[in-house]
Structures are given as structure tokens and as C-alpha cells.
């Protein structure tokens, strides 16, 4: 290869395993088409819903599956050695070199066996060391062709051209003036490339981790369908102090009966790109995406609230691939969030679809997330943890935290509206304040993060902020409305900023800064890193919240044994690393405290401290992903 034209790309070692235990698997796919084809017709299995798999669920499909293809075909021989193969690939996750020698061992029995012999020279090189593998091409094949050269050097310049209109967006924003002749020319044109196809993938930022955002610990999701985001939200910083730009179409056009009409619905994708435009990453943009479409199940819904086994198996597919659809486009353009709603579904097919979800969503799952939302309204057949039918509000938002764990799915949120009242009667009204405290304790100690919508207004805000509830949902009362007609109007500036400064003065209040140090506590016993003396004070914050007792919370905030706590960095734009920092943090402070160390304790130590340093952020996922629930 010519090393001016070298292009290389790094995988680390645990990238690699998991790269090819899924090659693995599907060679076994192609052994099973293979086996069972004749001489005149070749089968193809029926398409399969994708759902996501860890490292180490990957490494146990692939024992499972290459047990049952042994026993099926024993004349093939050389599966017998694909055994051995599979555990150098398991055991040597850490170790580049010895995973690429045994890659290319298995790609050799690969070929024997599919008989291919046809290979000519290739500008691709794979080439390891002890920490990574290494890809390599080169690009003259590029420069040798000038429509690709042409085509390549334009996506450049019209990427840099947006990236440089977000820039001015910025500095209209930070400087309080208006945007000049050419500069809203330059916007335009940029909405021009995004209607092309072209994307915002860069420049955005996530939601953060509960407890640990260096904004606020409850954010303001401030809700509408877009056009008021750029004219009002945009325009003026102040309205997005600890503010998540929340798109989604919010008027139920006259229909109160939510069975017809969803409370909320999804917004324009082009929207929702040019609101990313405008923001750029002074703040989280999140979409709302909606509950899924069951053709085939219609009429089980009419008829008992959820589709049948029988339909849901006939539509999931189409459903499952329709959500996680309008998830890409959003997550695609540096969109950090896609709520789906969670309904018209008994437990186990909920699990199911979420996790499908989950398999088809293509994003960075270091910085976006996918949130799973249960109208506490709405109820839910259970055929998974009590086979019956759950209809009270707090028991529904109970289970959510266990359906939302299962399907693997990041946050959760708590809906509020009904078929009667527009706007909702605010959802903090509809339980009382301990079940409230008791669903955001256990949903962060399980790893959620947490969310309340429907109804609120600034005078709900002290009610919501000391539950420790990471964001609140406001569309409505953050607009004008026609007293009359409840129709609402364009985004109501004062609204917005009494609402921002309602939670910032509740969040310095007693209660309030207890609830973000309980907040903190939950995620680090959710993450296996916290001291025993830590662990007591959180239990004890719980109980202070649970009673608002402002007397008891303003002494423990003092406790010595929070110290630690407080010292702890708040967290980077990357939520693997920023869980990293806190588990070499921990591990620190025992040898501190020269509490002895396990084994066991050792190697995490060293493991995690040696993957930060190499910035091996799929390594600490495969170690994070093994993290046990609480429930």
C-alpha cells in the first residue's frame, strides 16, 4: 500500500470479540441453509426481529447454536474444533493479537467449507497488537475515480458548511441579537442539505446520568412540535438553562379521548433536524416517537385494552421496524433521546418489542438513549410477574420500572393524561408524593433515568423537583392558551423562565439538594460502588424525602460520610467513562481507607483502569453490562 493513501481504522480487542462472535453466528445461519438445501433449490429462512445481545449473551448463543448443529450434522467434522475456537474467542476478549490469529483460523474453516477458492489481491489489511486490531485500506481508488473524489469532497464542504451555520446560531444565541441577511440565508441553505438527506450526526449533546449532570439534576423538557423552538427557544439562552428541547406534536386537535387520538404525537423528522440545527449542543434535543401500530390487532385492542400473543407475533415486525424507523432518523441527526410509548401491549410482549427495539436502533448508546413511557391511566395485563390485569396508577408505574429494566431500555417515563381533561390534570397530583419519592428511588437504583408529564405547571414544579425526578414534560402551561377554547397558542417566554427559576430555587432548597445526593447514591449502589456508611446515609435520605422532613435532611447533608459523595466529578458527555471514573474513584478510596482488596476486586480495579486509559469504551460496556439489577 502506498502510505500517503493509507487509511486504518482501530477496533479495541473487545470491539473485535464481539465483531466476530457475530460473524459466528451467522455462518451458523449459513451451515443451516446449507445443510438442508438440495441440489435445485436453495431455502432462505424467514427474516428474523433483530434484538441486542452482550458480549457474553453473544458467546452463550453461540455455544447453544453450535451444540445443536453438532448434533444435527455430525459428519461436519471440523465443528468440533469451532468449539475450542469459541473459547479462545471468549477467554481472549483482552488480547488483539491472539484473537486476530484465531479470527483468521476460523476463516479459513470458513472458507473450506462454504468451497470458496476465488480470491485475488485486496487493499484491505488486518494487523493487531496486544490492545487492538487494526483495518486498514486506502483511499486512491477515490482519487483515481473523480466523480467519487467530487462526491466525497462535497459531503466535506456542505458537512463544514452546517457545522459553521450551528456556529452562528450559537453566537446569535450567546450574543442576544438577530440573525443578519447572509446568515439567515446560510440557514436556509442548510435546511436545503438536510431535506437532501444530509445529517446532524455531530455536535449534540446526551442527556447526562442521574445525579451526576453537571446542569441540573431535573431538567425542563420543554415541549413543542418545533417552529416555536427555533423562533423563541433558540433565540435566547436563558430558555435553556437546564433545559432538554423537547419536539413533539402536543395539540390533540379538539380529541380528548386518547384511544383515538394519542396525548402526544410524533413530530415532523425535518422538524426535529432543523430544531438540531439551531441548538446545536448548548442543550439535549429530545423527540417523542409513540406507541406502536398493530394492524392485525385493532380489534383486541377494542375489545380488552392490549393485542392478542396470536396478533402481536403477526405484527411485530412491521411495528417493531416502524418505531425503530423513525428512532434512526432522529437519533441519526444528534437527537439524544426517542421516547416510545409502552402500550396496547400485555408484559411479555412489551419485553419483547422493547428489546427488538433496542436490536434495530442505530446510535451512540454512550450519549442517546431510549425511553420506554407507561400512561399511568392506562391499564396493563400482566402475564409475566402476576398474570393479572394492573389498573391502579401507582402499581402500573411500578411494574413500568420492571418492563422498562427488561427490555433493556434507558429511562422511564410517567404519563399522566386521560380521555377527559385537556389539559391533563398534572400527573404529581395523581399519586401521592411517597409513591412518587418510592418510583424514582427504585427506577435509579435499577439505572433508570426518570421523567413526569402531563398537566404541570410552575406551581407543580417544588412538588416534582424533591422526588429527585430527572426531567418534567411541560408543553402546555409553557404556552399561551385561549382561556375559551383551551386552544393553545405560540410559546410563552415568561412562562418558560418562571418555570426555570421556580426549579433552580427549589433544587437549593434543603429538600432539594437531598434529593440530588439521593439521586447520587442510587447510582452508585446501582453501579456496586458505594461504602457501607454511604449506603446507610442513602437510606436514610430516602426516609427524609418519603416524610419531608426538612429538620433530619439538613443534618445528614452535613454527615461527614457524604464527603466522598460530593467530591465526586460530574460527568463528561460520555456516560461509559463517566461510569468508569466513579469505579476507579471507588476502588481508590478503599486503598485509602486500606480496606483489602479481593481478586475478584483487583482485576476490575486494574481492567477498568487499563481500558480508560486506551479509551476503550466497548470494553467497559462488556464489563458495565454484566451490572446486576435491584429490583
Known sequence: MDQNNIITRKLTSSAFQRQIFEELLDFFRIIGIMETSGSEFQKREPTKLIEYFTTEELYSESINQLKELIVLYPKLTFLNYLTNLIEVFNSQGGNGNLLLNSYLDFSDLKKSYLKESNYSSTNILLKADRENVYIESTDTFIEESPDLKEYFDDIVIDKKFMTSAMNVCKEVRNQGRNFTADETSSIWFSYSLLKKGYT????????????????????????????????ITAMDKKLMDGVAVHVEHIDRDMVTDKNKVEAYRLPAAINAVKVRLHISDDAP??????????????????????????NFDMDKLKSVHMTASACNTMFQNGVCD???????????????????VVGNVMRDSTKQTLAAAFNINT?????VYSNTEITKPFEIAKLGIKIAVAGGFDRITWDGADSIHVPSIPVINQMTHREFVELVHTAHENGLQTYFSAG?????????????????????????????????????????????????????????????????????????????????????????????????????????CLKRVKEISYEGPNNVLGRAIRSINFYISLIDKKVPLSEEQVQIYET????????????????????????
Open 285 to 310: 434535543v429530545t423527540a417523542f416517537i409513540g406507541r406502536p401500530v398493530f394492524e392485525n390487532g385493532y380489534p383486541d385492542i377494542q375489545a380488552k385494552g392490549y393485542v392478542t400473543k396470536e
Open 456 to 560: 404541570l405547571t410552575v406551581e407543580d414544579i417544588e412538588k416534582c423537583v424533591i422526588t429527585g425526578v430527572d426531567g418534567l414534560g411541560i408543553g402546555t402551561s409553557l404556552h399561551y392558551m385561549d382561556k375559551q377554547t383551551h386552544l393553545m397558542g405560540a410559546f410563552d417566554p415568561k412562562a418558560i423562565l418562571s418555570t426555570l427559576e421556580k426549579r433552580n430555587e427549589i433544587e437549593n432548597s434543603v429538600l432539594g439538594k437531598s434529593a440530588l445526593f439521593l439521586a447520587k447514591l442510587d447510582r452508585i449502589y446501582y453501579e456496586k460502588t458505594i461504602h457501607e456508611d454511604e449506603d446507610k446515609i442513602r437510606i436514610d435520605l430516602y426516609n427524609v424525602l418519603l416524610n419531608q422532613d426538612i429538620k433530619n435532611a439538613a443534618i445528614l447533608l452535613k454527615d461527614p
Open 608 to 631: 477498568i483502569g487499563g481500558m480508560l486509559s486506551k479509551n476503550d469504551v466497548s470494553g467497559l460496556q462488556k464489563i458495565f453490562q454484566n451490572q446486576g439489577v435491584n429490583i
Open 338 to 356: 426517542c421516547k416510545v410509548a409502552i402500550e396496547r401491549m400485555q408484559v411479555s410482549d412489551a419485553i419483547e418489542f422493547m428489546k427488538s
Open 379 to 383: 391499564p396493563i395485563f400482566d402475564d
Open 200 to 231: 446532524l450526526d455531530y455536535g449534540y449533546t446526551g442527556l447526562g446520568t442521574s445525579g451526576f449532570r453537571k446542569w441540573h439534576q431535573t431538567l425542563i423538557f420543554s415541549t413543542d412540535p418545533g417552529d416555536d423552538h427555533i423562533r
